[in-house]
């Protein structure tokens, strides 16, 4: 198995900046895809952004040039560097990770991840 624990959320001013991080643990796994989504009150779960195992990204229109993913593979981490915030930005932000690893039996086993969540809020 594998966990994603997310950090850097929190409180912040319009136009203001965070930086969230999603550190992946775990045993025998590599890991594909990653990405960043976010659940506003009352609305549904949307892809912010994503990134590929050799470094392409993606991003929805909404945030394209004011957020930047990246990830170090060495420390299996993922960032999400978010400027210039507005108050439509507040969500809880959650971080997913595709996964390709081998069971303690050595059957190999394809799965998607999901972090706890991490709560970001743009107020004044």
């Known amino acids: 198995q594998v966990q994603l624990v997310e950090s850097g959320g929190g409180t912040v001013q319009p136009g203001g900046s965070l930086r969230l991080s999603c550190a992946a643990s775990?045993?025998?796994?590599?890991?594909?895809?990653m990405g960043w989504h976010r659940q506003a009150p009352g609305k549904e779960r949307e892809l912010v952004a994503s990134t590929t195992s050799d470094g392409s990204t993606n991003y929805a229109a909404s945030v394209k040039g004011r957020f930047t993913i990246s990830r170090d593979n060495a420390k299996k981490t993922l960032y999400l560097q978010m400027n210039s915030l507005k108050p439509e930005d507040t969500a809880v932000y959650y971080c997913e990770a595709d996964v390709l690893g081998t069971h303690p039996t050595g059957e190999y086993y394809a799965a998607r991840f999901w972090g706890q969540g991490t709560q970001v809020t743009v107020s004044s």
């Open positions: 775990g045993s025998s796994f590599n890991i594909n895809g």
